[in-house]
């Protein structure tokens, strides 16, 4: 009977203000706060304890819902949330228990990693990255967010958007790359795309940006691995993203496992609460990432019981699989820990999100069979998934003309990547069907259709070490190896090769090769696959490397060796059709790097916007003595950030400026001419990249400070134009200021972050 109470109650306080365009945003939120304080009058201390508990879907996901271990719980009131829970019927049978059977009838949020794509998996995030399409990137998440809604899910734990400047950590595969600028356009265009501009809409979710602060920033690239910055640092280079997603509405935040600044993230009070609510003005909830509280214990920080109020303390409202705050908050609070109004105060901001997601009025508004039969992996949404991935492969090289190929070629497709359809989605693809995703082999033969003279062999297994191979080879990835020698497979490759006019190698990662808890010591392509280029390199005939990878890799040997090579990191469900479209020309690739490849791992970090330092070493230098360089290598990385061929050409004509000398509020504008003088139409991404040269502090070579993807059709020219206020120009200071100061600048502009136009203007206050 309550529960009806309690629905009418809600319903009664205040008009209904789920559609933005009634009321105005401050009444708004004054109404939903009214309303959670409604709710919360009727609830007991435990039952709002139990709003702060998401555990797992744990054994939900493979017994009758009912009866499982969370399904009590559940029904006691101690679940606020669960996650990873997949199917529309399922999530609206555990809802059930939670509406109908629990004392209140609160109902539950569904998570989910919903990282690149739901069942139509998009690019892994790196590679959606290198499109440097921020609409493109914004579709995705749309498209994704109306897939999973339809399917129960009403909050995705993304975007993620860790800066990292090391590939050694697996994990960049889930971030945007190095550059803070890029990074904040993309956190905004994916929450954007997540919660539309109604999250009360039946196809809009939450989003969740993670994972605060500087998870990326990980000693030595080792998952997990502590964590030593300075603020400057901070608020300058990683920073940033988050805050973009929350100034562009995110309605949840996760925290980092590691520490910051010597305190665990969960337990991190100036983090948490100063940073993020008091100066940032953030207003929804936060959730740990899973166990971090927990983990807190291994921390060296205290016992459970310890943690769990430091966590809450702190400002952290939900809990993820640790319990802790179910089994400690209770006590806590009996000996003073923590206060009544800290447990509401983060009961409030869920219940919050609940009334904004609309799950108060319909709890299965994202759970609708129907809708989901239409929409989830639809013909739609996977035609769009192809002409995605096409825009974020990255021409790294393409001597002679190498590439596109003419569809009679006769083709010999080796590599462990060819015909693996399962791994074509990469990392974090929680809900994709990985059978049904095309693979190389399968889209080459659409493409080439009936008359298709592929001949095919594996050519290598992914690594020659069965162990860690097998270590990769989870969450239904199989890397199918092959037990035979590695000698046997190249010969075998050598066969299949011998009557084909050109050689397509799918060689690099398997998807799980990178990814949470996938750091490596090595990023050089394993030895056995550069033995298999090797050997088909010496027949002679032209080899084209399809790359596939969750990170920078070295490819010393093949950018020396091999004539082209095309960077499909992990392409998604429609990977095999989408690279077809790009090896034939139907698309001409236009990615960009956002993420440096370094010659070798003892260069890391290796990134494009570092500092200048007292001893530079002259441009075009090798190696000085008594200045920042090394013996054995040269500074310069493999391949630089925001790097990427066209099977076209662009040429950049001189810069124009409206003055150089400017003050205070004036406006600089910079054109430039950009001419596609190559024999296909495509697109470039225009670079714009300021130096600070004279600071308080000192501040990078360049930065990324604008950027614009142009599309050339042959011999055309088209004028790119930006317009630079006192806006670009601004740093945290030492004392964490936000100021721009007076003196020169150097405004660059290029296709990467190399090969610019340069002039200096002059700022004055
Ligand atoms: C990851 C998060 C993820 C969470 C829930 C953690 O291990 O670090 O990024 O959202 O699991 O699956």
Redesign the pocket.
Known sequence: MIKYALVVLILLSGFNCTHKSEVRDGDREEVFRHRADSIMALMTLDEKIGQLNLPAAGDITTGQASNSNVAEKIKNGQVGGL??LKSAEKIREVQRLAVEESRLGIPLLFGM?VIHGYETIFPIPLGLSSSWDMDLIKETARIAANEASADGISWT?SP?TDISRDPRWGRVSEGNGEDPYLASQIAKAMVEGYQGNDLSLENTIMACV??FALYGAGEAGRDYNTVDMSKIRMYNEYFPPYKAAIDAGVGTV?TAFNEVDGIPASANRWLMTQVLREDWGFDGFVVT??TAIEEMIDHGIGDLDHVSALALKAGVDMDMVSEGFLTTLKSALQQGKISEKDIDDACRRILIAKLKLGLFEDPYRYADPERAKKEVFSDDNRKRAREIASQTFVLLKNDNGTLPLKKGSKIALVGPMADNAENMSGTWSVAGNFGESISLRKGLENALGDGALISYAKGSNVVVDSLLESRVSIFGKPTYRDPRSEQILIEEALVAAKDADVIIAAVGESAEMSG?SSSLTTIELPENQRNLLKALHKTGKPVIVVLFTGRPIGLGWEKENIPAILNVWFAGSEAGDAIADALFGEVNPSGKLTMTFPQNVGQIPLYYNHKNTGRPLAEGKWFEKFRSNYLDVTNEPLYPFGFGLSYTSFQYGEMEFNKVELKGDDKLLVKIPVTNIGQYSGQEVVQLYIRDKVASVTRPVKELKGFQKIQLEIGQTKLVEFEITVKHLKFYDYDLNYVWESGDFEIMIGGDSQQVKSKTISWKN
Do not use: A, G, T
């Open positions: 996650f990873n990693d734990f993620m993670k994972h996760m990432d899973y949470e």
